[in-house]
C-alpha cells in the first residue's frame, strides 16, 4: 500500500530559532508549543473548518475526532 505524503512546509531559520527558546523558556517541547500557537491562530478560521471535515471524514476504515488535526 502506498504511503500517504503530507506537504512539508520549509520554515524560515529565524522562526525555528525563535520557537526553539521560547520553547526552553516555558518549558515546553517545541512540537507543542508549535501545535498550540497555530491551533490558537486557526481554529476559527475557514481552513480550520474545512480541515475538521475532512479529517472527521472515515479514511481507510478509520475515524478521527473533527476538530483533530494531525
Known amino acids: 500500500m502506498p504511503r500517504r505524503t503530507h ?4 520554515i524560515d531559520r529565524v522562526i525555528v530559532c525563535a520557537l ?4 526552553r523558556r516555558l518549558r515546553r517541547p517545541m512540537t507543542k508549543l ?11 478560521t475557514q481552513g480550520w473548518s474545512i480541515a475538521a471535515t475532512q479529517m472527521s ?3 481507510q476504515g478509520q ?3 473533527a476538530g483533530t488535526i494531525r
Open 7 to 10: 506537504y512539508l512546509p520549509c
Open 57 to 59: 471524514e472515515p479514511t
Open 34 to 44: 508549535v501545535n498550540d500557537l497555530l491551533t490558537s491562530s486557526l481554529q476559527h
Open 20 to 23: 526553539y527558546h521560547e520553547g
Open 63 to 65: 475515524t478521527q475526532k
